[in-house]
């Protein structure tokens, strides 16, 4: 099983960002996808998420109207479009598979650095 992230880097205050997550090892269509962020010295949070099945979003409320989450079954790929990008969503991006709660998988995170 792998979850393999790319697509951080460094970007100015307002930039854009596209970050992507292939997956390999499992049945990518029946997980839940998540990205989380961990930046230092807080807590891993919740970004945003795509069902498996239905596609439907949810995002933190930190991030609404600015971050997109999509998936590509056929590629098994997740994506995250983070536009608008401020200082304080510099962290660490994780990608997470998870299957109703009774099997999960982590990426090795990618980092982001919102700075001018």
């Known amino acids: 099983v792998q979850l393999v992230e790319s697509g951080g880097g460094l970007v100015q205050p307002g930039g854009s960002l596209r970050l992507s997550c292939a997956a390999s090892?499992?049945?990518?269509?029946?997980?839940?996808m998540r990205w989380y962020r961990q930046a230092p010295g807080k807590e891993r949070e919740l970004v945003a998420l795509i069902r498996s099945r239905s596609g439907t979003t949810q995002y933190a409320d930190s991030v609404k109207g600015r971050f997109t989450i999509s998936r590509d079954n056929a590629k098994n790929t997740v994506s995250l479009q983070m536009n608008s990008l401020k200082p304080e969503d510099t962290a660490v991006y994780y990608c997470?598979?998870?299957?109703?709660?009774?099997?999960?998988?982590w990426g090795q995170g990618t980092q982001v650095t919102v700075s001018s």
């Open positions: 997470n598979a998870d299957l109703a709660g009774v099997r999960a998988y």
């Open positions: 090892g499992f049945t990518f269509s029946s997980y839940t």
